[in-house]
């Protein structure tokens, strides 16, 4: 009978249960991913949007340090009738802000629970001890996808990923699930994005046993070993190349982690591959080949 039952039903339907059922008892009876029930649809830029927000990626890739203020003048410079207000929320949706330390991080939406930050104190000297997650802007040819990675802060080795056109949670959770397959890290640490922050990722990782850090305001260096991971890529393949289509950006990334991971030697590796560190010690951890 569930099978039978839409998404939109079974949600409807769960929404309805009586206090007494929980939302994971429910959902297991329905046969539904929990993080289907948390899901929220998000509404899309229009072209018009997509458009301004790729000037907007131009002027902001030349520049990383401007703010949205002097970004806003510099569309207007160029004969785009925008204020500053616009170009902050595009922004946001782009998952970009100015590159330097500052006291108020960019609010992406509603933060529903916030954990403290666990790696003051850590030495973190093996793989899967913590792995880092976060979300970047890559644009396309008359559009933009959002890119989830998560790297093993020890080795440099990025354990998982995945391409969405939309921020929704579900799309990190899917990458997630695939990167447990392989290994599973002690911390996961993050920044307090809406993502992160939403109780289907919370409650996931909760359910996994795996303690979950927050980069705290402030503290623009927490997530720094994916921040380098991100500049690489972009500089090292998305900068040089342009994208027709979402398929061949998929494929490139592909390549490109492929690359990353089994090829390109890190200094502070001692030139060693990110997958040769990750699966260094054989007797602890089961060598692991990459796959997106």
């Known amino acids: 009978m569930c099978g039978a039952l839409s998404l939109e039903e079974r949600r409807a339907f769960i929404s309805e249960v009586p206090n007494q059922i929980s939302i994971q008892r429910a959902c297991e009876i329905l046969n539904l991913n929990r993080s289907s029930w948390y899901y929220k ?11 301004i927000m790729n000037k907007i990626h131009d002027i902001w890739l030349d520049k990383q340090f401007l703010g949205y203020r002097r970004v806003t ?3 207007q410079a160029k004969g ?11 922004m946001r949706t782009m998952v970009i802000q100015a590159i330097y330390p500052k006291p108020n991080l960019s609010k992406l939406g509603k933060r529903e629970l916030i954990y403290p930050y666990l790696l003051k104190d850590i030495e973190i000297n093996e793989p899967n001890k913590v792995w880092a997650v976060d979300i970047t ?5 008359g559009g933009f996808m959002y890119l989830f990675a998560i790297i093993d802060v020890y080795s440099r080795y990025i354990v998982g990923w995945e391409i969405s056109n939309t921020l929704e949670t579900s799309f990190c959770l899917s990458a997630l699930e695939s990167s447990l ?3 599973y890290p002690d911390i996961i640490n993050c920044d307090q ?10 409650d996931f990782l909760t359910e996994k046993e795996i303690r979950i850090s927050m980069d705290g305001k402030g503290r623009c260096y927490d997530n720094i070993f994916i921040e380098r991971f991100w500049r690489s890529l972009k500089y090292e393949e998305i900068y040089l190349k342009s994208y027709d289509n979402v398929s061949e950006l998929k ?9 990353y991971n089994n090829e390109r030697p890190h200094q502070s590796l001692g030139y060693k591959t990110p997958c040769y560190v990750f699966n260094e010690s054989v007797d602890r951890y089961k060598f692991l080949s990459f796959s997106g």
Request: aromatic share 10%.
């Open 181 to 183: 397959k392989k290994a």
């Open 251 to 259: 494929c490139e990334v592909q390549k490109y982690m492929d690359y």
């Open 41 to 51: 649809p998000i509404e899309q830029p229009s072209l018009a949007e997509v458009i």
């Open 193 to 202: 994005g809406c993502q992160f922050t939403s109780h289907a990722w919370c």
């Open 137 to 141: 802007y890559l644009k396309i040819d």
């Open 73 to 75: 003048l510099a569309l």
């Open 80 to 90: 785009i009738p925008i204020n500053h207000k616009r170009v902050l929320r595009l």
